[in-house]
């Protein structure tokens, strides 16, 4: 199985300024269909997960513009441009290349 | 909009056995590969298995393997996780999910396992 890291595991923000957690995967997540299939997901305290980008840096409907993602191959990254209070919970990657299974990565909990 | 609402969470003794439903709606349901996610408490998050549009390809994590069944039911919109010989290890929230790759998600079903 294709296993996912995350750091930071845990990212103190101030609002108003940016974040940025990073995604490894112990291989490449590109498919024969030529896509990568890495998605990142947020929680929020209570909630369940909400998808925020799928195939690497596509944002999905409703989802704010500071959100950002990109990378390729084996690093992903995830970008917050300007944190804002909404933004707190846990923030997940997910590979959805090589499945089964698709894997999450560990999280990583954003609090200010 | 879209919506999927878990159902059949409860406390089991292990052993036991549960039998977990999701409702969908506002898709076609019979179009969309269909899939269990489980988080344990204060846990990461866990695939569990899914199912393809006709229930001709089912897969499963290999900790479920020979425990689990996912099945569906097309003309309910319904997707159902029948969960035998429970083990504490399984104490979790069960989330159903649109698509192999999770685009959207229920609220979740608690599962306690414990005697």
């Known amino acids: 199985d294709v296993v996912m890291t995350q750091s930071p595991l845990s990212l103190p923000v101030t609002l108003g300024q940016p974040a940025s957690i990073s995604c490894r995967s112990s291989?490449?997540?590109?498919?024969?269909?030529?896509?990568?299939?890495l998605n990142w997901f947020q929680q929020r305290p209570g909630q369940s997960p909400r998808r925020l980008i799928y195939?690497?840096?596509n944002r999905d409907s409703g989802v704010p513009d500071r959100f950002s993602g990109s990378g390729s191959g084996t690093d992903f990254t995830l970008k917050i441009s300007r944190v804002e209070a909404e933004d707190v919970g846990v923030y997940y990657c997910?590979?959805?290349?090589?499945?089964?299974?698709?894997?999450f990565g560990p999280g990583t909990k954003v609090d200010i | 909009e879209v919506q999927l609402v878990e159902s059949g969470g409860g406390l089991v003794q292990p052993g036991g056995s549960l039998r977990l439903s999701c409702a969908a709606s506002g898709f076609t349901f019979s179009t969309y590969w269909m899939t269990w996610v489980r988080q344990a408490p204060g846990k990461g998050l866990e695939w569990v298995a899914n199912i393809k549009q006709d229930g001709s390809e089912k897969y499963y994590v290999d900790s479920v393997k020979g425990r689990f069944t996912i099945s569906r039911d097309n003309a309910k919109n319904s997707l159902y996780l029948q969960m035998n010989n429970l083990r504490a290890e399984d104490s979790a929230v069960y989330y159903c999910?649109?698509?192999?790759?999770?685009?959207?998600w229920g609220q979740g079903t608690l599962v306690t396992v414990s005697s």
């Open positions: 997910m590979q959805g290349t090589h499945w089964p299974p698709c894997t």
């Open positions: 291989q490449s997540l590109v498919h024969s269909d030529g896509n990568t299939y």
């Open positions: 195939k690497v840096s």
């Open positions: 999910a649109r698509e192999v790759r999770c685009r959207d």
